[in-house]
């Protein structure tokens, strides 16, 4: 089974914070992803990389970046937290480039800005 | 630009009845259409898709869904609800080459 896992369940951070969340998958897939999910707004892309190193910028990539040293690797980094971005934050996984591959979550990251 | 709308923000149902959660899109050509279920705590797990030919596709747990293209609808369904059915539900339309638009969810609430 594939296993797409997040590092923290729950994070609570303050303004102006560095945040870091932590991605990893097992199953040496191609593409990572990284979401925020808002009551009323569904699933929105943040950003997202199709390999070692590469990215490219997704729906909401503001007050975002990331990092993707290791292909199993996906990094998404709050340069300056700010209230908000208190959400919560999926990452996924998927084989190849291509848009019918199925994406794979992890169990997410409420992140909580005070 | 490709979207998604869910019209249905909760919807509730007996245990044992039928379902059927709306979903319709926004895209010029063929599209490629998916439905994922968000369980209570956990991630997102793709219960079907649909890419081409046969419009009504099969999915786990007893889903299927239509598509329709004169609605430009893709339309979940399941005959009989089981309480652990109760989640939130997301379509989602392909967007390029790798990118997903997701719709804003409903949640499926289940009556004893």
């Known amino acids: 089974d594939v296993k797409v896992t997040q590092s923290s369940r729950y994070l609570v951070k303050r303004t102006g914070e560095k945040v870091f969340l932590e991605c990893v998958q097992d199953?040496?897939?191609?593409?990572m992803f990284w979401y925020r999910q808002d009551p009323g707004l569904g699933l929105r892309l943040i950003y997202f990389?199709?390999?070692?190193?590469?990215?490219e910028k997704g729906d909401i990539p503001e007050g975002y970046s990331v990092s993707r040293e290791k292909k199993e690797r996906f990094s998404l980094i709050l340069e300056s937290a700010s209230t908000n971005q208190t959400s919560m934050y999926l990452c996924a996984s998927s084989f190849r480039r291509q848009v019918t591959d199925e994406q794979y979550f992890g169990p997410g990251t409420r992140l909580t800005v005070t | 630009a490709q979207s998604v709308t869910q019209p249905d923000i909760h919807i509730t149902v007996s245990e044992g009845a039928s379902l059927e959660l709306r979903c319709n899109y926004s895209?010029?050509?063929?599209?490629?259409l998916f439905w994922y279920v968000q369980s209570p705590g956990q991630g997102l797990q793709l219960l079907l898709k649909?890419?081409?030919?046969?419009?009504l596709v099969q999915g786990i747990k007893g889903f299927e869904a239509e598509f329709k293209r004169s609605q430009s609808s893709f339309n979940l369904r399941k005959p009989s609800v089981h309480w652990s059915d109760a989640a939130e539900y997301f379509c989602?339309?392909?967007?390029?080459?790798?990118?997903?638009?997701f719709g804003t969810g409903t949640r499926l609430l289940v009556s004893p």
């Open positions: 989602a339309v392909g967007a390029g080459f790798q990118k997903l638009v």
């Open positions: 895209y010029g050509a063929t599209p490629y």
């Open positions: 199953m040496d897939h191609e593409n």
């Open positions: 649909y890419f081409s030919g046969d419009t």
């Open positions: 990389s199709y390999d070692v190193k590469m990215k």
